[in-house]
């Protein structure tokens, strides 16, 4: 029998682990929300993982929707549109940051540009076909401003 795990037990692990979210992203996120740009973050965690991050750092304050692939029938790229459909974002005014090549897929697949972290979880070789590639999330307000 499988063992599901509940928000606080995610908060728990969350907390015990004392992960720290990327230099300057908390920043960056705000000064992007400041000039009008809808937030979505959107992961293939589950939701309690995910509600459970966003509490611990607060991120409900800087992202306008939170959403996990557990809330859409299909997969990274489904999810995606689902995001910009309950942020009423059209795809091709949309940026999909992410590390991994399954989010350069899904950006792909909701009609959207893809931005490739250069850290993170991904390797280097996965980025490729990213629109823009960035080593620092503050790169992302000068792309947001003029893609």
């Not at 705000?30 to 309690?48: D, E, H, R, S």
Request: proline share 1%.
């Amino acid at each position: 029998m499988a063992y599901k795990y509940t928000e606080e037990d995610c908060e728990g692990l969350v907390r015990a682990k004392k992960g720290k979210l990327y230099a300057g992203a908390t920043k960056t996120l705000k000064q992007l929300k400041k000039k009008g740009i809808k937030l979505c973050l959107v992961t293939n965690g589950g939701k309690g993982y995910i509600r459970a991050v966003a509490g611990t750092y607060s991120l409900q304050k800087v992202f306008d929707a939170i959403m996990s692939v557990e809330e859409v029938k299909g997969d990274k790229g489904d999810l995606v549109k689902a995001a910009l459909k309950r942020l009423g974002v059209k795809p091709k005014e949309a940026l999909m940051v992410g590390d991994r090549a399954s989010d350069i897929e899904a950006a792909r697949k909701a009609g959207c540009k893809a931005v490739a972290v250069t850290y993170g979880y991904g390797k280097r070789d996965e980025l490729e076909g990213a629109d823009f590639v960035i080593n620092d999330l503050k790169e992302l307000a000068e792309i947001a401003e003029n893609a």
